[in-house]
């Protein structure tokens, strides 16, 4: 018996080392990986964890807490709701790349959801795909 629990605190030990929100599986993410994780973070009101998905740009000076809760507020006072969204395979230029977004969402101005197409530019940080600018427009 203590010999299995042994190896089930090994597994949960190697699972936790190769879980973090950059890494799956000790690869790291690709563009559209980032991007998905990042629209899935705020999708369910994980504002934290999306803040790990931007580059220092995108950052700007604001820290994790600063930035997490404006954009909790932002999402809460104008009832933002992320409905649904669809990433296209990226298009990568050596530490840049370029990923094409669909979303659809609601908000108290757009009670019946409004369909958006984004353009995620994503760069290289310290050999992570990071998000550095978003360029939106509801026509494709």
Sequence with gaps: MAGLRKIILLMVIIVG???????VF???????AT???????????????????????MKGN????QWTVDTKN???SGEVVILEFKVSPAKVE???AMVQVWNRSKDML????????????????????????TVVSTEK
Excluded: R
């Design 17 to 23: 080392m190769f879980s973090t929100k950059d890494i």
């Design 26 to 32: 000790g690869e790291v993410l690709t563009p559209e």
């Design 35 to 57: 991007v998905i994780n990042f629209y899935t973070a705020l999708q369910n009101g994980h504002f934290e964890q999306a803040y790990g998905y931007l580059s220092s740009k």
């Design 62 to 65: 604001k820290t994790q807490e």
């Design 74 to 76: 932002l999402f809460e």
């Design 94 to 96: 050596g530490d840049k």
């Design 110 to 133: 757009n009670p019946e959801g409004l369909v958006e197409y984004e353009t995620d530019h994503l760069t290289k940080e310290n050999g992570v795909w990071k998000i550095d600018e």
